[in-house]
């Protein structure tokens, strides 16, 4: 269910770019407004994307209320530190956020990353040919678009959990401290991630805010996290993962032997590539790496800086992939932990069934597929809906006329009038007296 997005209604002028862009199909427009159906949204964010009114927003929780607390803890996702200038070193970084008074969990994080790639690793190990290639289950819109479109693909995700999980509950573990942990996100999905987190009952961290909004209030503050900064020699591997094929390589590193990978990003491309898999095309690779967005994290919709410029600032960032005996004694010992682990396996989401009885359920099928028959096949959205078969089924299910159709209704405007001609030239038998 959808938590990762909202409407402003009184913004929305009801102009229904936002339904054709839905790879899910869940958004409708009925009144002149947009409504989203909660049970198919992936929270892609594509209907931010496309909302030029600012009606669809992302549904983050108010940072100046967080900000102004004593001392803030965050939990940011990679794509935050490559902002701004100051992304190089992540120790300096964390000290300057630490001026505004913001507590930043960055060591957990990198580690997390690190555990998380090599889990993934030894779960391609494990796995006989038959049972790859293994999916990621990092972004979480790619999560529930497989859940919802590709049901059968579900048993393919890796079980394991999100780094950014992992690294609040590795922080709560190191410290015993039990402090509310506030998500720095760059997009819906992941803000989501803490509201309705997938494969577990409850997220690690209780708030969730936009990237954009915090960069936008750190400059504002003059907190100097643009100043560039020389490189210190940290990890600065986990920061690739919000770039697409990152996480990929991270895996590769871990891995005892040379893995195919496939990496795309954007969700043309991830549709296509999962259609691929559908059909058994994909033979060979061990692992794929989809994310929704652009280019990868750095192109959500809850970021700041120009996708391209991150892009830029990643492609000459200098990374180590070998580790340290200390850096491969900690991730060994937290992998035997098993915190990395989801706590429950990844679902298919049934689609709301057109009926519960089941012989009610066929006759509206047949239904639906006769109103589907007879409208225009040409999805132009019009109605409301983003396709003609939507329409179709929002008539069987009793939320539209087949009138909705600008078409159909200009074929019962045309009946009537010439019903109302038919009868206006009829005249009672009293007055056709024969002369």
Known sequence: MTTGIKVQLSACRGCARCIKVCPTEAMRVLDGKVMIIPELCVDCGECIRKCEDRAILINEDNWRLLASQDST??????????????????????????????????????????????????????????????????CPSVIRLIQINYPELVGRFVSVDSPLETAVSLWREDTGRGDDVTLIAPCPAKVAL???????????????????????????????????????????????????????KHVAAFCDRPIRTI??????????????LELGRLEGVDYIECRACDLGCIGGVGNLESRFLTHLRLDHIDVEWSMTDQESEAVSRWYESGIWKLSAPLKARQRLPLDQDLGQAMVRLREMNQIYAELPHIDCGSCGRPSCKALAEDVVRGNGEATDCIFKLRERIYELAREVAELSSRSPHAFNRKR
């Open 263 to 276: 990496s795309v990003a954007g969700l043309r491309n991830t549709m296509d590539l999962l259609r691929e």
């Open 194 to 248: 803490v509201r309705s987190p997938e494969g577990r009952s409850k997220s690690s961290m209780k708030y969730a805010v936009s990237i954009q909004n915090v960069v936008r209030d750190l400059l504002a503050g003059g907190v100097e996290v643009d100043q560039p900064v020389e490189p210190c020699g940290g990890d600065l591997r986990y920061l690739l993962w919000s770039l697409r094929g990152g996480e990929a």
């Open 73 to 138: 803890l965050i939990a940011a996702d990679p794509a935050f530190y490559v902002q701004t200038r100051g992304y190089n070193c992540p120790e300096v970084f964390s000290s300057r956020l630490k001026e505004a008074g913001l507590e930043d969990i960055t060591p957990w994080t990198s580690l997390a990353f690190d555990v998380t790639a090599y889990a993934i690793a030894k779960e391609i190990e494990k796995r006989g040919p038959e049972g790859l290639p293994l999916i990621s289950t990092y």
